[in-house]
């Protein structure tokens, strides 16, 4: 776990974190912590980051102001998570920014007043963060990725491409509700798709591998990954084993696809950080979050990898291809 700090001063043209806000904060830095539940080294994580305080920047004005963000990098260990947002929250920051369920979930067992948005995070209101979708009633606000119907979505998408499949097994971490809400969405297609649904719990890197191995003894098996800070912390390993014991594999984020995943099904991550900045800069300015309304998603992209697709020996369809956002050779 990796815990940095940043102050930027503004008032010149190479001013880094202009925020509106905080014109009459000259003296006294407004406090954002931020939780990852990603490595410090990720690169996805990372550019994650940039989006977000670039787009912070564009809120900002001339005047001379300052911003303190302070970093962890948790990664996709439970412990560290929890040390984490007891340490964030220990300094009394003016808001918190947070990314994925186990984040958020840690954070909410730390404060049920520090003000906080959240993106990468699924079901908010059957995860028990918020009261609705509307109206969320405490000190939470943000941006879904995925509402537990798009289980569904992801089964169709592996049946398309991969019609052999019979059996689906559906990689998550037990822990995390929303996940168990996937599968459950995926179940209940399951059987006009003539397919049958198994899910696959794992905790570490190496249930990952033995998991994978034990579901793949059996013929006509295909898997859907589930988001989690675990599965994309490792997503190397997940794909490299997908890989090796022939599995055609449904992710939920594009990254995936770019580390040689077959094929994903998710929404655009800049974009919604981009929009969670917003919030950020409307909650510094004094909105409550308790009336920001969550949003879902209004854009989905498919992203296939053709490269991958030859190499599990799978003839993707040209209607698939047509219907593809990106098609990576």
Do not use: C
């Amino acid at each position: 776990m990796r815990r940095r700090e940043f102050i930027g001063i503004l008032g010149t043209a190479s001013a880094a974190w202009p925020l509106g806000v905080l014109a009459q904060q000259r003296d006294h830095p407004r406090h954002i912590g931020v939780l990852m539940d990603f490595a410090e080294s990720d690169e996805v994580g990372q550019t994650y980051l940039r989006v977000f305080r670039e787009r912070l920047r564009d809120f900002g004005s001339t005047e001379v102001q300052n911003v303190k963000f302070e970093y962890w990098f948790a990664g996709e260990s439970a412990e560290r998570t929890r040390l984490a947002a007891a340490e964030l929250v220990s300094g009394k920051p003016d808001l918190l920014f947070v990314t994925t369920n186990p984040a958020l979930s840690a954070l909410l067992r730390e404060t049920r007043t520090i003000p906080i948005v959240f993106t990468w995070v699924s079901d908010s209101v059957g995860s028990g963060y918020v009261s609705s979708l509307a109206h969320p009633g405490g000190n939470v606000t943000g941006f879904h990725n995925f509402e537990p119907a798009v289980g569904g979505k992801w089964l169709g998408v592996l049946k398309q491409i991969a019609p052999q499949v019979r059996r689906v097994g559906v990689v998550h971490v037990p822990e995390i509700a929303a996940n168990v809400a996937f599968i459950r969405a995926a179940d209940a297609i399951s059987k006009p798709l003539g397919m049958s649904v198994t899910g696959l719990g794992v905790r570490d890197a190496a249930d990952i591998e033995r998991v994978l191995k034990d579901f793949a003894q059996e013929p006509n098996g295909g898997l859907i990954v589930t988001p989690s800070p675990l599965t994309a912390t490792k997503r190397d390993v997940l794909i490299d084993v997908a890989d090796k014991v022939k599995l055609p594999t449904v992710y939920s984020f594009r990254f995936y696809v770019e580390s040689g995943g077959l094929v994903s099904y998710g929404i655009d991550q800049l974009e919604t950080v981009r929009e969670a900045a917003s919030y950020v800069d409307r909650i510094l300015r004094g909105a409550n979050p308790a009336d920001l309304p969550v949003q879902l998603p209004t854009k989905f992209s498919l992203v296939v990898n053709l490269k991958t697709a030859k190499g599990l020996g799978l003839t993707v369809p040209e209607s698939f291809l047509l219907f593809a956002d990106e098609v990576i050779e």
